[in-house]
Nanobody, 120 residues
């Protein structure tokens, strides 16, 4: 069973940078795509970026050019580097894994989530 745990969240000012990470166990990168989703208050959970089993990355338009997803296959850690953050990036961030492809809101495996707050 895949287990995931996020860390590194917190508060950052608009225009700043923050990196959050996700430790993954029971994970097989030849089987599972991994990625990040977020949920802001009053909004639905949305996928923002991920890596498939071939190493290809994808990003939502809202974060493209600002956020980078990377995977350390040796340490089994998934990272989300957030640059030039905006107040609208404030949300609870979740890492997820799914053998069907880059995780979406119906992903099979989830972390518990971590809060990121961006102040203006």
């Amino acid at each position: 069973q895949v287990q995931m745990e996020e860390c590194g969240g917190g508060s950052v000012r608009s225009g700043g940078s923050l990196r959050i990470s996700c430790s993954v166990s029971g994970y097989d990168y030849t089987r599972d795509a991994v990625g990040w989703l977020r949920q802001a208050p009053g909004k639905e959970r949305e996928g923002i970026g991920g890596v498939d089993i071939d190493g290809r990355t994808m990003y939502a338009d809202s974060v493209k050019g600002r956020f980078t997803v990377s995977l350390d296959k040796v340490k089994n850690i998934l990272y989300l580097q957030m640059n030039n953050v905006k107040p609208e990036d404030t949300a609870t961030y979740f890492c997820a894994a799914d053998p069907r492809g880059i995780p979406g809101p119906d992903a099979r495996n989830w972390g518990t989530g971590i809060q990121v707050n961006v102040s203006s």
